[in-house]
């Protein structure tokens, strides 16, 4: 937890991105991020570093994933 509070003390750079949800815009930003050095996106951090937090269940992560393969030509599989 320190590492993602590290980050976040940071800020936004460019392979370092906050987002409040996971949606098309966090779609667009990995897809940016697999065009150039790679990145981070942090899901549930507001612009300005602070945090929300989002709930993540059973299934949180593979539903993100799926979304990202489904929503890119070439498909792109994040890790």
């Given at each position: 937890m320190a590492e993602v509070e590290e980050l976040i003390g940071k800020g936004e750079s460019e392979t370092v991105e906050f987002k409040e949800k996971f949606d098309n815009e966090a779609v667009e930003t990995a897809v940016a991020f697999a065009n150039t050095k790679g990145g981070?996106?942090?899901?549930?951090?507001?612009?300005?570093?602070?945090?929300?937090?989002?709930?993540?269940?059973?299934?949180?992560?593979?539903r993100l994933t799926n979304k990202i393969v489904q929503s890119t030509d070439p498909k792109m599989y994040p890790n």
């Open positions: 981070i996106i942090l899901i549930g951090v507001f612009d300005k570093g602070r945090i929300k937090g989002v709930e993540v269940g059973r299934n949180t992560i593979e």
